[in-house]
């Protein structure tokens, strides 16, 4: 997944809004959001090649709202140079955190020592209560491992709110559609859009220049990789959690 923005804490009774896209290449397998089998309280897609997942929620048996929804979502730091072709899925460190009973801390503090061999990602882990970003390639921001406060966030191949076009103009669309109210629809629609930046605006990653501009949109469209899915989620007080996904290609 490679763009989400994100209300924490903004929301009477919702502690959490997001709104996600996540990105692919087309000939990866995978399956979209379903209830698993072998993890009955885990809701999410699911990646077929590595086994993990971009992004869920999951509800213990009995439990809602601050006793039992978690949410966990994931996307990868853009660093080709720093590619390693034999690290673990990072997908992994999504459905693990939803499969287990940790709070958001000690399932932090458990997966640090070896966040080292992964390829760079972001990761955020919450419940109704916490909420916390995660990076292996953001050690210096004082935001990492740190409970979140408050507000209105975006991530996408860098770090948070790193001002990324595509984040900036999200995440200020995403905060008007909170304010107005706006339907489930509306945030698909700003999630649809597929307009590249102009190119005095691009970041620069270490891809060629085609695919800078290509990954500048927030709905990514080519022949061979692009935005596959995007969804919705909103975690509750005293509700259970919802995830509403729309499946692209």
Not at 193 to 211: C, H, S
Request: with cysteine; net charge negative.
């Amino acid at each position: 997944m490679c763009l989400i923005v994100f209300a924490w804490q903004v929301m009477p009774d919702v502690p959490l809004v997001a709104a996600s896209n996540r990105d692919e290449f087309y000939a990866r397998p995978a399956l979209p959001a379903h209830r698993w089998e072998d993890h009955p309280e885990i809701y999410a897609g699911r990646d077929l090649e590595g086994g993990g997942t971009w992004l869920g929620v999951a509800d213990r048996p009995g439990q809602t709202g601050r006793k039992g929804s978690r949410f966990a979502a994931l996307t990868n730091v853009r660093m080709p140079h720093l590619m390693k072709d034999d690290a673990p899925t990072r997908g992994l460190l999504v459905s693990d955190y939803l499969a287990s009973s940790l709070s958001p801390e000690e399932y932090i503090r458990d997966i640090k020592h070896e966040a080292h061999h992964y390829n760079g990602f972001n990761l955020l882990v919450g419940d109704a209560d916490t909420l916390i970003w995660y990076s292996n390639y953001g050690l210096m921001n004082p935001k990492n491992g740190q409970a979140l406060q408050p507000g209105i966030y975006g991530l996408s191949n860098a770090l948070l709110n790193d001002p990324w076009p595509k984040v900036v103009r999200t995440r200020a669309q995403f905060g008007c559609l909170l304010g107005i109210g706006a339907p489930e629809d509306a945030y698909f629609e700003m999630l649809s859009d597929t307009a590249t930046v102009p190119d005095k605006l691009l970041p620069r990653t270490g891809v060629p220049y085609e695919w800078e501009k290509l990954l500048s949109a927030v709905c990514i469209q080519s022949p061979d990789y692009g935005t596959r899915a995007s969804t919705l989620v909103e975690l509750y007080n005293d509700a259970p959690a919802t995830l509403h996904e729309r499946v692209i290609r």
